[in-house]
């Protein structure tokens, strides 16, 4: 099964990034059909007009994480879509186990969050997230959420509300 993916990055001012962060996601996609949309919640579009790459497609919205990562949807043509946080990277097999999770009928999931830092705090919060969604269900936003697109539009998508759009969908799953 070959699926294609989209690949959501809602971002604002993240412009020192935003191409480390491109990079990154066309090096764990680069055998499979995907594209990349950065969906910028900047009125200048500041983080859009610092990528570099001319295979980025680039889409300006009003701000706010959820009503970006809707935009973005919208604006896709995948059949899975991702959703990543610019500071957050997939696992190198992300292709692969996303297709294996979906192919056993899963209409949505995440990944684990792994935080690789100094501080204890992150290390802390990194684990603690994980664990938290082992035991609900429910994973946070920075988990990298995966979704077949048409289950996404289905169940009406993030809800545009200022936080915990990530839980909420989740829930619905």
Same mark, same amino acid.
């Given at each position: #099964?070959? #699926? ?8 604002? *001012?993240?412009?020192?990034?935003? *191409? ?32 570099? =790459? ?53 209409? =949505?999931? =995440? ?63």
């Amino acid at each position: #099964m070959t #699926m294609e993916f989209s690949v959501i990055i809602p971002v604002f *001012n993240e412009q020192s990034f935003i *191409n480390r962060s491109t990079d990154h996601v066309k090096t764990v996609f680069r055998n499979t059909r995907h594209e990349i949309v950065i969906v910028d919640g900047d009125e200048h579009s500041s983080t859009l007009k610092k990528i570099t =790459a001319k295979d980025i497609k680039k889409v300006s919205s009003s701000p706010g994480r959820a009503v970006q990562m809707n935009t973005g949807a919208h604006h896709s043509v995948g059949e899975i879509l991702i959703f990543l946080h610019a500071d957050t990277e997939l696992p190198t097999d992300s292709p692969t186990l996303i297709e294996k999770a979906l192919g056993q009928k899963v209409k =949505a999931g =995440a990944f684990n969050v792994k935080i690789d830092s100094k501080y204890l705090i992150l290390r802390m919060i990194s684990k603690s997230s994980s664990l938290h969604s082992r035991l609900t269900g429910h994973p946070y936003g920075y988990q990298i959420h995966f979704f077949d697109s048409d289950y996404f539009f289905r169940i009406g998508k993030y809800k545009e509300i200022p936080l915990m759009e990530d839980i909420e969908i989740m829930q619905l799953k």
